[in-house]
């Protein structure tokens, strides 16, 4: 048995974390069903032999490189916990930043909003909390990540979003939207990092794209345009050396006022226009 400051120490094993000490305490806030206050509150609480075992191996795969979201099963976004796994990208902070363009060009009560590739539902159901009279429709082309959004959505209590599977536009006919958002894949498929860190545990058909992790941004903005009402925006996250390459495509497409926005770290993260 350790004690839980004990524990906290062996945050040194933890070499390719960027946030080792951090890792441990959601560790162990999971497995104690504790607060982090309360690991700094009673850091001599020992451990009983279950836990401890238990313990031992949540620290184990975290140092192999499973992705703490995965070894917890859950992720903060905006405030909102969300049930993840290996179906779906793990929810990133910088996507919020996404989420705040939406509400800073959309101040109105009603509005109708789509979110292509929805994964965890993060986006949607993060607009849905704020907008509880907007009419979302969130889709995704794997059926395992659409039962993972509706399990989310059920588990917020957020009925306003209608939740289906399509590859992008497939299943929406002709249906138009006020607001078309999308976090799709956008890592070249020669991008060094998908060798690194938390991606080599998410599904690569999430994260990877043709042309440079142009492709599903070109498709997207091609045919977003017959789906947006007069006036209607498009918004879309992409990597923070693409938003050049972004804007011209929105260009190419029709799209007006283009611009891009950046996330927390001042990078290129999210472009946006109206047709």
Known sequence: MATVKENLQRAIELIDSDTPRLDLEVLLCHLLGKSRA???????????????????????RRVAGEPVAHL?????????????????LIPRPDTEVLVETVLSLCPQE????????????????????????????????????VALAEENRDALGLGNVHILQSDWFSALADATFDVIVSNPP????QDPHLRE???????????????????????????????LSENGLLLVE??????????????????????????????????????
């Open 38 to 60: 309360w690991l700094y509150t009673w850091p001599e609480q020992l451990l009983n032999d279950d836990q401890q075992a238990e313990f031992e191996q949540l620290l184990k």
């Open 72 to 88: 917890t099963g859950s992720r903060e976004f905006w405030s909102l916990p969300f049930k993840v796994n290996r179906s779906t």
């Open 110 to 145: 009603s509005a109708r909003l789509l979110d292509l590739g929805t994964g965890t539902g993060a986006i949607a159901l993060a607009l849905a909390s704020e907008k509880k009279h907007w009419q979302i429709t969130a889709v995704d082309t794997m059926p395992a990540a």
């Open 186 to 189: 956008y890592i070249d498929t």
């Open 197 to 227: 860190g938390d991606v080599r545990f998410e599904p690569v058909s999430a994260l990877v794209a043709g042309e440079k992790g142009l492709a599903d941004i070109r498709t997207i903005a091609a045919q977003a345009s017959g789906h």
């Open 238 to 275: 992409h990597g923070w050396e693409q938003g050049k390459a972004v804007r011209e495509l929105f260009s190419e497409y029709g799209y007006n006022n283009v611009e891009t926005r950046r996330d927390y770290a001042g990078r290129d993260r999210i472009t946006l226009g109206r047709i």
